[in-house]
């Protein structure tokens, strides 16, 4: 710290004064910096203390951060994402059997799922590029808080948890599967993925009846004929 006597002070005080007359356009912090340098000794300051100090803030420059979360929530989030046409999300109990019965003989493969369910996000990717390899397998997405009551008719108590149907033969297989196991379901696919012939639709799936369906699209079909 410097000692200067009083008059230096006032001095300095009124030369300051009459500069910031002459310049309107100098910023409060250019202010603040002449000031502190008016009282200092300008030999022991280092070169570059002005900048540093007038613009210091500007560093943490607020739009930036803005930017970046806008561009995050811009992102679908992992359980949005699907592979292709052949993987759906289900909202419902009505929308999950209208696409069982409408499969016909295409294999079917379900994922019940949660979005707070780690091994669930993990495994994701790999059964993403599973549906892209077989794009005449339809996968089906099931988000487990949002169809509870229709999960536990179907007896989904662990997550991820997998179900694959065909045609009249109903459920074929039901497994827990981890991203480590996931071989599992490349064997069932393996297993069930043949080619065979129809011998009609399926009359059930667990706790769920799939006739209503099949009763009301006869009924259309007759009404439409007469």
Known sequence: VIRLPFNSLRFSSSLLTSLNSLQPSVTPNQRLCKKILSVS??????????????FASRKQSLPFKVH???AETDQPKWWEKNAGPNMIDIHSTQEFLSYLSQAGER????????TWCASCRALFPKLCKTAQEHPEILFLKVNFDENKPMCKNLNVK???????YRGADGQLESFSCS??????IKDAIQTHNTARCSIGPPIGVGGLNLEPLSASKDKQVESSST
């Not at 000794?41 to 007038?54: E, G, I, K, L």
């Not at 294999?107 to 949660?114: R, T």
């Not at 991203?179 to 599992?184: G, N, P, R």
């Open 158 to 164: 662990v997550l991820p948890f997998f179900h694959f």
């Open 41 to 54: 000794d300008s030999s022991t300051a280092p070169a570059d203390f002005v900048p540093r100090f007038a």
């Open 107 to 114: 294999l079917v493969i379900v994922e019940f799922y949660g």
């Open 179 to 184: 991203l480590a196991k996931f071989q599992k």
């Open 68 to 70: 970046a979360k806008i």
